[in-house]
């Protein structure tokens, strides 16, 4: 091994300028510095109970905290305590070689970018020294303030709490034999879906134990005690056990404490000397054990009990935030700052450590930094149906679709709360099979299936979106009014696939049993508001709600967003068997233009030009029989069907040009002109009238929108569309009064 010379503090590396403070070498540096842990050609310390080893990461520790705290300060905003207060975990896993290394926890983010300047990998985006740290922490196309896929090295994205198992759910079932910690808050863990979700996920897949949850218990949340704070270690090793977890790595600090502090959580940078190296021996002793427990198919949770701000500027729930006070020049950021600093040869010798760790920097190591390959799907058998002929159910159709790829493609999952029949699409499960550990053929159950079936709408939306962020193609299947409660972690990736530096399949989801199919149910599953999400989110750029009219149609909409890379596409369609009206050839015009005519102004008739611009699928059969009417009356009369409503946008309307994998497709002024122009327009959708946004910001003619109201119990559909006005006698009316007005 070469030895890492004494150097003295004049001798700085050039990656540490802009580091304000050095100090002097800790004792025993001349023992246990002499050369780098992680020796030439290796990528992990050979031996974690070797006294220099638990030494570098003790230093890695240190330095994590103080590049967190100077480079919050610079900016004087930033989540410091969270981190700092799980650092020797992080340090520990990274002396052991893991970097796929996930966070539930936005407010890590410091912590983060602090690791990855560290292995260099934030040299990729022109970061090479920490006064650069400092100058973009928090800045446009710099480090944004929570993580994101834009910076290189990191896995994913972490903003709302309870997102980050999902992550390393799906990296773990993508790569096996590869480990996935995340740290998980112990605010984060007060989360409704965060233990349920794991506890499914080993349930289906028993063998995908290398996934491993890295609890930060530090007794605060951000603003007050966490609400697990007065669980002694007996009841919380007892909980993750009874949640099914067969080994509990629960380190407490309060252990080696050798200064009488206060309370359950105590501050281990506050110990003496030698029990900071025995409670970092503690840590790293206990992540090696989990990680092979992990790897070696046990279900584990490593958890590092350690008083929230450990080591920076201040403790407990005060250390989550730093205000406009604490800049660089705040006693207590400088007070901080100068215990915390290191000597320069220590700086040497941790970046060697972190650059060599895992096989070098992770923008060059981590899974999601390369393309992951795919099987083909270009012989995906499509079948049209004649237009006029009989009546197709379009979720059935797709359907037969999905089982194809699925087949096609091993890796592929299908997921949905326990409603694939009650969505017309038992077929998918038919084929590939609901992953269940008891096998039953009248219920479709198999344990090696590939439909995916929690009782959670956040764990089917997290792990369908999990496996696309990691590479993988993946559809989410929902009730529509039930897709809210999984579209937080949906719309995370999304944005977050919208600066992904790699292509990755676009994440896919199917939303059926619309509002106006259930009138029996009564409002509780009438919720076509969501809508009005997906209609604000085609903004961003790389979100498309579809909206196939036909069973013809959504094959092609699907074909399509099997094509995609890093896009949101939501296909939202009927359970009823409805008429076919499009051909393939239209669905794909209407796909590419936005919209596709259905109806065409009748050349015989001189009168006044009405056009109905419509959303969806059931809400057509008002709007012809609409149209017959005005048609008697002298009126001529076309009806367009919009599927693809981004490309009605005008491109200024829409941040598509900021995209990874921009689309800038949108229709022409001439050809909005050619489609809705007219004496009068009127816009019908059953959902949310915002998805007829366009339409007000391009149309020249007299207009109005009919839009969903609020939802009711009734027998039939046509009585719920009567509820909310949606009647061939209101369009009627509407569309003679926009005519002579």
């Given at each position: 091994?070469?030895?890492?010379?004494?150097?003295?503090l004049?001798?700085?590396p050039?990656f540490?300028?802009?580091i304000?403070?050095?100090?002097?070498p800790?004792p025993d540096?001349?023992?246990?510095g002499k050369?780098?842990?992680i020796?030439p050609?290796?990528?992990?310390i050979?031996n974690p109970t070797?006294?220099?080893?638990v030494?570098?990461?003790l230093?890695?520790a240190d330095a994590l905290?103080?590049l967190?705290l100077?480079?919050?300060?610079s900016?004087?905003?930033?989540?410091?305590?969270?981190?700092?207060?799980?650092?020797e975990a992080?340090?520990s896993?990274?002396?052991?070689g893991?970097?796929?290394?996930v966070?539930?926890?936005?407010?890590?983010a410091?912590?983060?970018y602090?690791?990855?300047?560290?292995d260099?990998?934030?040299?990729d985006m022109?970061i090479?020294t920490?006064?650069?740290l400092?100058?973009r922490?928090?800045?446009?196309?710099?480090?944004?303030?929570?993580?994101?896929?834009y910076?290189?090295?990191?896995l994913a994205?972490?903003?709302?709490?309870?997102?980050?198992?999902?992550?390393?759910?799906?990296g773990a079932?993508l790569?096996?034999?590869?480990?996935?910690p995340?740290t998980?808050g112990d605010?984060?863990?007060g989360?409704?879906?965060?233990?349920?979700?794991m506890?499914?996920?080993h349930?289906a897949?028993?063998?995908a134990t290398n996934f491993l949850?890295?609890?930060?218990w530090?007794?605060y949340?951000?603003?007050h005690?966490?609400?697990?704070s007065i669980?002694s270690?007996e009841?919380?090793?007892?909980y993750?056990?009874?949640?099914?977890f067969d080994?509990?790595?629960?380190v407490?600090a309060?252990?080696f404490?050798?200064?009488?502090?206060?309370?359950?959580y105590?501050d281990s940078?506050?110990?003496?000397?030698?029990q900071?190296?025995?409670?970092t021996a503690?840590?790293l002793?206990a992540?090696?054990q989990?990680?092979?427990?992990?790897l070696n198919?046990?279900?584990?949770v490593?958890?590092?009990?350690q008083?929230?701000?450990?080591?920076?500027?201040a403790r407990g729930?005060?250390?989550?935030?730093?205000y406009?006070?604490?800049?660089?020049?705040?006693?207590?950021?400088?007070?901080?700052?100068k215990?915390?600093?290191l000597?320069a040869?220590?700086w040497?010798?941790?970046?060697t450590?972190?650059?060599?760790?895992g096989?070098?920097?992770?923008?060059?190591?981590?899974?999601t930094?390369s393309?992951?390959p795919l099987?083909?799907?270009?012989?995906?058998?499509?079948?049209?149906?004649?237009?006029g002929?009989e009546?197709?159910v379009?979720?059935?159709?797709?359907?037969r679709l999905v089982?194809?790829?699925?087949q096609?493609?091993?890796?592929?999952l299908?997921?949905?709360a326990d409603g694939n029949?009650?969505?017309?699409?038992a077929?998918i499960?038919?084929?590939?099979?609901?992953?269940h550990p008891?096998a039953?053929p009248l219920?479709n159950?198999?344990?090696?299936?590939?439909?995916?079936?929690?009782?959670?709408?956040d764990?089917?939306?997290?792990?369908?979106?999990g496996l696309?962020?990691?590479?993988?193609?993946?559809l989410?299947c929902?009730?529509?009014?039930?897709?809210i409660?999984?579209l937080?972690?949906w719309?995370?990736?999304i944005?977050?696939?919208?600066?992904l530096?790699?292509?990755t399949?676009?994440?896919?989801t199917?939303f059926?049993a619309?509002?106006?199919?259930?009138?029996?149910?009564?409002w509780?599953?009438?919720r076509p508001e969501?809508?009005a999400?997906?209609a604000?989110?085609?903004?961003?750029?790389n979100?498309?709600p579809?909206?196939p009219?036909?069973?013809?149609?959504?094959?092609v909409?699907y074909?399509?967003?099997l094509?995609?890379?890093n896009q949101g596409?939501v296909?939202?369609a009927?359970k009823?068997p409805?008429?076919i009206?499009?051909?393939?050839?239209q669905?794909?015009?209407?796909?590419?233009?936005?919209?596709?005519l259905l109806?065409?102004?009748t050349?015989?008739a001189?009168g006044?030009?009405?056009v109905?611009?419509?959303?969806?699928?059931m809400?057509?059969s008002?709007?012809?029989?609409?149209?017959a009417?005005?048609?008697t009356?002298?009126c001529s009369?076309?009806?367009?069907s919009?599927i693809?409503?981004r490309?009605l946008?005008r491109?200024?309307?829409?941040a598509w040009?900021?995209?990874?994998?921009?689309?800038g497709?949108?229709l022409?002024?001439?050809?909005f002109?050619?489609l809705?122009g007219?004496?009068?327009?009127i816009?019908?959708?059953?959902g949310a009238s915002a998805?007829?946004?366009?339409?007000l910001?391009r149309?020249?003619?007299?207009r109005?929108?009919f839009a969903?109201?609020?939802?009711e119990?009734?027998?039939t559909a046509?009585?719920?569309?009567?509820?909310n006005?949606?009647?061939?006698a209101?369009l009627?009316?509407?569309?003679?009064?926009l005519?002579?007005?």
């Amino acid at each position: 091994m070469t030895a890492v010379p004494p150097s003295p503090l004049s001798t700085v590396p050039a990656f540490c300028q802009g580091i304000q403070y050095f100090g002097d070498p800790m004792p025993d540096f001349e023992r246990y510095g002499k050369a780098p842990a992680i020796a030439p050609g290796q990528s992990a310390i050979s031996n974690p109970t070797d006294p220099a080893a638990v030494f570098q990461t003790l230093l890695l520790a240190d330095a994590l905290r103080y590049l967190v705290l100077q480079m919050t300060a610079s900016k004087a905003s930033g989540h410091p305590g969270g981190f700092a207060s799980q650092a020797e975990a992080y340090a520990s896993l990274v002396m052991l070689g893991y970097k796929n290394i996930v966070t539930e926890v936005g407010h890590h983010a410091p912590g983060f970018y602090s690791a990855m300047f560290l292995d260099r990998s934030l040299e990729d985006m022109g970061i090479n020294t920490v006064q650069q740290l400092r100058d973009r922490f928090r800045e446009q196309h710099g480090l944004l303030g929570h993580l994101s896929g834009y910076i290189p090295g990191i896995l994913a994205p972490a903003g709302p709490l309870g997102q980050g198992q999902h992550f390393a759910m799906a990296g773990a079932l993508l790569h096996p034999g590869t480990l996935f910690p995340y740290t998980l808050g112990d605010g984060g863990l007060g989360e409704p879906y965060v233990i349920s979700s794991m506890a499914h996920f080993h349930t289906a897949y028993p063998q995908a134990t290398n996934f491993l949850p890295v609890l930060v218990w530090n007794g605060y949340s951000q603003e007050h005690h966490s609400m697990v704070s007065i669980q002694s270690n007996e009841q919380m090793i007892h909980y993750w056990q009874g949640n099914g977890f067969d080994q509990v790595m629960l380190v407490d600090a309060k252990t080696f404490d050798d200064g009488n502090q206060s309370g359950d959580y105590v501050d281990s940078t506050a110990f003496g000397f030698e029990q900071r190296l025995a409670f970092t021996a503690a840590v790293l002793a206990a992540a090696h054990q989990a990680a092979q427990s992990a790897l070696n198919g046990q279900l584990t949770v490593l958890i590092l009990k350690q008083l929230k701000g450990a080591g920076v500027h201040a403790r407990g729930a005060k250390s989550h935030n730093l205000y406009a006070q604490h800049t660089l020049d705040n006693p207590e950021i400088v007070t901080a700052l100068k215990t915390r600093a290191l000597s320069a040869v220590a700086w040497e010798l941790v970046r060697t450590n972190c650059e060599r760790a895992g096989g070098g920097p992770a923008s060059r190591t981590v899974v999601t930094e390369s393309e992951r390959p795919l099987p083909d799907l270009s012989d995906l058998p499509l079948t049209e149906f004649k237009v006029g002929g009989e009546p197709q159910v379009s979720t059935t159709t797709m359907g037969r679709l999905v089982a194809q790829v699925g087949q096609s493609d091993p890796a592929f999952l299908v997921t949905n709360a326990d409603g694939n029949e009650a969505s017309g699409i038992a077929n998918i499960n038919q084929a590939l099979k609901i992953i269940h550990p008891t096998a039953d053929p009248l219920y479709n159950q198999h344990p090696r299936g590939q439909v995916y079936e929690p009782l959670s709408e956040d764990a089917c939306a997290g792990l369908a979106v999990g496996l696309a962020l990691m590479g993988s193609r993946s559809l989410w299947c929902s009730y529509e009014s039930f897709a809210i409660n999984g579209l937080p972690i949906w719309q995370t990736v999304i944005q977050a696939m919208a600066e992904l530096r790699r292509p990755t399949p676009s994440t896919v989801t199917l939303f059926t049993a619309g509002a106006l199919e259930q009138g029996r149910n009564g409002w509780t599953h009438q919720r076509p508001e969501v809508e009005a999400y997906f209609a604000a989110m085609m903004r961003n750029g790389n979100v498309f709600p579809l909206f196939p009219p036909d069973a013809n149609s959504i094959q092609v909409c699907y074909q399509w967003a099997l094509t995609t890379r890093n896009q949101g596409i939501v296909i939202t369609a009927s359970k009823t068997p409805l008429p076919i009206r499009t051909t393939f050839e239209q669905a794909r015009q209407g796909l590419a233009a936005g919209a596709v005519l259905l109806q065409e102004f009748t050349a015989s008739a001189p009168g006044k030009r009405v056009v109905f611009a419509v959303v969806g699928d059931m809400v057509l059969s008002p709007v012809v029989e609409s149209a017959a009417q005005l048609q008697t009356q002298g009126c001529s009369v076309r009806v367009v069907s919009v599927i693809n409503p981004r490309r009605l946008f005008r491109p200024q309307d829409v941040a598509w040009d900021t995209c990874a994998q921009p689309d800038g497709g949108f229709l022409e002024d001439a050809d909005f002109q050619h489609l809705f122009g007219g004496d009068a327009l009127i816009g019908v959708t059953g959902g949310a009238s915002a998805m007829l946004e366009p339409l007000l910001l391009r149309s020249r003619s007299p207009r109005d929108l009919f839009a969903w109201r609020r939802g009711e119990t009734t027998a039939t559909a046509g009585q719920l569309m009567a509820f909310n006005n949606l009647t061939a006698a209101s369009l009627t009316k509407r569309a003679l009064e926009l005519i002579v007005s």
